[in-house]
């Protein structure tokens, strides 16, 4: 199953304060705040999922042009 890696605040422009975990119905993964994406994709991993990592800043579950496997952002 998939989890998505969200920036956040959600919806705006600018510097990232960190990120959220969520699954693609918008239920929360966890409510932890992670500081940096290598952290959220080692939790997420950690707990068996697959990571989904946003390509863009404000992001839409539904599209795939807005999401990639870890391995593609390398």
């Not at 950690?46 to 999401?67: C, E, F, M, N």
């Amino acid at each position: 199953m998939d989890v998505y890696i969200e920036p956040l605040p959600r919806g705006q422009w600018g510097p990232i304060d960190g990120y959220s975990l969520e699954f693609a119905d918008g239920s929360k993964f966890t409510h932890d705040v992670f500081r940096s994406e290598l952290l959220a994709i080692s939790e997420v991993i950690l707990r068996g999922y697959k990571p989904l990592l946003a390509k863009v800043r404000i992001t839409d579950k539904q599209s795939t042009a807005h999401w990639q496997r870890p391995e593609a952002a390398r």
